[in-house]
């Protein structure tokens, strides 16, 4: 499975993006798949995901409500509609898969993706 990021971008505080995720390869549908994030100042943090069937979904604490991840397996793509966009969301946004399609309590670790796409850096200027 190859994963292809883009979508990122610079935009001013309050502003929205929305990046993808692409996969050619594999069984896509059948995968859950994460966005994780990493800045300069901080470790590759988890950030959302959703389950191969799209019917759940899992944020971390500091974008809940303002992040939505969705996934279009027709299209074999995930996005991230990031909304309210704050200065420290400012990073390389990672999207990953794993070949488990349920979301479970080590979804929230990087370690258990399978598959690691090449990162799309979005910038959140104040």
């Known amino acids: 499975v190859q994963l292809q990021a883009s979508g990122g971008g610079l935009v001013i505080a309050g502003g929205s993006l929305r990046p993808s995720c692409a996969a050619s390869?594999?069984?896509?549908?059948?995968?859950?798949v994460g966005w994780f994030r990493q800045s300069a100042r901080n470790e590759r943090e988890f950030v959302a995901a959703i389950a191969g069937t799209g019917g759940r979904t899992w944020y971390q604490d500091s974008v809940k409500g303002r992040f939505t991840i969705s996934r279009d397996n027709a299209k074999n793509t995930v996005y991230l509609q990031m909304n309210s966009l704050k200065p420290e969301d400012t990073a390389v946004y990672y999207c990953a898969a794993d070949v488990n399609g349920d979301l479970r309590s080590s979804s929230r670790r990087s370690s258990t993706y399978d598959y690691w796409g090449q990162g799309t850096q979005v910038t959140v200027s104040s």
């Open positions: 390869g594999g069984t896509f549908r059948r995968y859950a």
